[in-house]
């Protein structure tokens, strides 16, 4: 089986979770989510089967959007209502207008100190493992950017907020950073991921809808490369430009818009391919 598969991931469970019941109802073992949620989160979770495995890297680079629930007053040492409780703070609530004050200052490009409870790496050790044991180490500011940051919901304490994020975002991390610039705490108590590229959240399968879509025989769950990735369509000839292209050779074309491309021969899906200044190279085959 190979495609990819847009999964409304459900609360508490783990994004690896979601690929074992996969693998399980699809007979599958190639099978790879291009972006970690934590239990408490839910939403979308694509996912890579087979050979498209290979675009996992790919498509976890795209920009995401989130709805986040917070409330103020304390922070945990996740950042998040799963954790310990560590500080709390007097002041509870805040306005509006200072909410919206504050939120201004994270958007665009900025710096973001990630969480320990995360999955990144120092000196090969995960700093989840390092946090469990109590152990917290200095981790490198990373430059991300927030394309738009708006407050759905708002009572002084408690509210949501959607945004719109790059690739390594920690939604926790953010909100830990616009509670203490409120000269407070804040901590996410929900987290729903809508969107990840084109891929929708209305547009996902619950893993209950896959295995009873699968065994009825009717995996319309599943996209094709072509399909997913909506880049404009290139036809090559079966000469010359047909063999480099399939030997990982650069080909030299005219008036051709720099950009990636889905590429074709004969109207067979062959790759995907990137131009630039009139020289194409494919970087994924089919």
């Known amino acids: 089986m190979e495609g990819i598969i847009n999964v409304n991931k459900p609360t508490g469970i783990t994004s ?20 970690t949620l934590d239990p408490l989160a839910e939403g979308v979770l694509v996912v890579c089967l087979g050979r498209t495995t290979r675009l996992v890297q790919d498509i976890e680079s795209y920009s995401k959007v989130y709805l986040a629930g917070f409330e103020l007053g304390y922070s945990t040492d996740t950042y998040d209502i799963e954790g310990k409780i560590i500080e709390r703070s007097e002041k509870r609530s ?7 004050k504050v939120i201004k200052k ?34 490198k500011s990373r430059d991300i950017h927030i394309d738009f940051i708006e407050i759905v919901d708002f009572d002084g304490e408690k509210g949501k907020i959607r945004c719109g994020v790059s690739k390594g975002t920690y939604i926790r991390s953010l909100i830990d950073d616009i ?15 809508e969107r990840v ?29 072509e399909d997913f990735f909506q880049y404009p369509k290139l036809e090559i000839d079966t000469g010359k430009n047909l063999t480099l292209f399939l030997n ?12 990636k491309y889905r590429v074709y021969s004969k109207n067979k899906f062959l790759g995907l391919a990137i131009v630039n200044n009139n020289l194409l190279k494919g970087y994924k085959y089919f």
């Open 179 to 193: 509670g203490k610039e409120l000269g407070t705490y804040a901590t996410m108590n929900s987290l729903v991921r």
């Open 248 to 259: 990982g050779n650069t080909i030299k074309l005219d008036l051709v818009k720099n950009g």
């Open 16 to 35: 690896f979770d979601v690929i074992r019941v996969l693998r399980k109802v699809l007979k599958e073992r190639r099978i790879g989510h291009t972006g």
């Open 106 to 139: 994270f958007i665009g490009d900025i710096k973001q100190v990630p969480p320990m409870y995360s999955a990144l790496k120092v000196d090969g050790q995960r700093l989840y493992d390092l946090a469990r044991q109590g152990i917290e180490v200095e981790r």
């Open 197 to 225: 590229g084109e891929s929708q959240l209305s547009d996902s399968y619950t893993l209950e809808e896959i295995e009873k879509l699968h065994e009825e025989g009717k995996d319309i769950f599943l996209q094709s490369v």
């Open 94 to 100: 805040v306005t509006r207008e200072e909410l919206e």
